[in-house]
């Protein structure tokens, strides 16, 4: 096929005169540019709002991002304070209680924590903790929602975990 014929073809498709078919006198055709317009709207009002809901998703997650940085930031200090304490007590159930009660405190006024977390800073629950050995274990697990469930995620199940050398040095040094 030459240019020119190809160039005759196009013509021919784009010419309204050649679209036209036998239509009875009352019903109204319209063109078929004006029906590719139509379909150009269409496109947009189903395309935009996804590529929107997924920017804000994305966006969303320097927000996850900015809570589990909190969150570490929480759990280094309790379990710090918890590493300490553990030169003193040796009840597992008095070391979990000082390592919540820690963590609480850090995270009580703080709005996003509570904005974002399910329950709030409550919902962050310290039970897979380890308090055994030479170490102590937090683990923080918790569920961030999300502001608008968006193409059925609604929330994020996350964990974070510190491990901590506990102090029983300077004990072991006064019985000697």
């Known amino acids: 096929m030459s240019l020119w ?3 005759r073809f196009l013509q021919m498709i784009r010419s309204p005169h050649r679209r036209e078919h036998k ?4 019903i109204q055709r319209a063109s078929f540019c004006i029906c ?3 379909s150009y709207t269409i ?3 189903v395309v935009i709002p996804l590529i929107a809901g997924y920017l804000v998703m994305f966006l969303f997650f320097f927000s996850i991002l900015e809570i589990q940085c909190e969150i570490d930031e929480a759990l280094m200090y309790a379990g ?3 590493a300490v304490l553990s030169s003193v007590v040796d009840s597992k159930e008095e070391l979990f209680l000082s390592a919540e009660a820690h963590l609480l405190y850090i995270l009580k006024d703080n709005p996003k924590i509570e904005r974002s977390i399910k329950h709030g800073h409550f919902g962050i629950s310290l039970l897979r903790s380890e308090f055994e050995g030479e170490d102590v274990v937090l683990r923080a697990d918790y569920i961030v929602k999300f502001p608008i469930s968006f193409l059925g995620i609604g929330e994020i199940e996350l964990s974070s975990q510190n491990r901590f050398r506990k102090w029983t040095g300077d004990r072991q040094a006064d019985i000697e």
């Not at 239509?23 to 009352?26: D, E, G, M, T, V």
């Open 5 to 7: 014929t190809f160039i």
């Open 43 to 45: 496109e947009a009002a």
């Open 36 to 38: 590719q317009k139509a």
């Open 80 to 82: 710090r304070k918890t």
């Open 23 to 26: 239509i009875p006198n009352n």
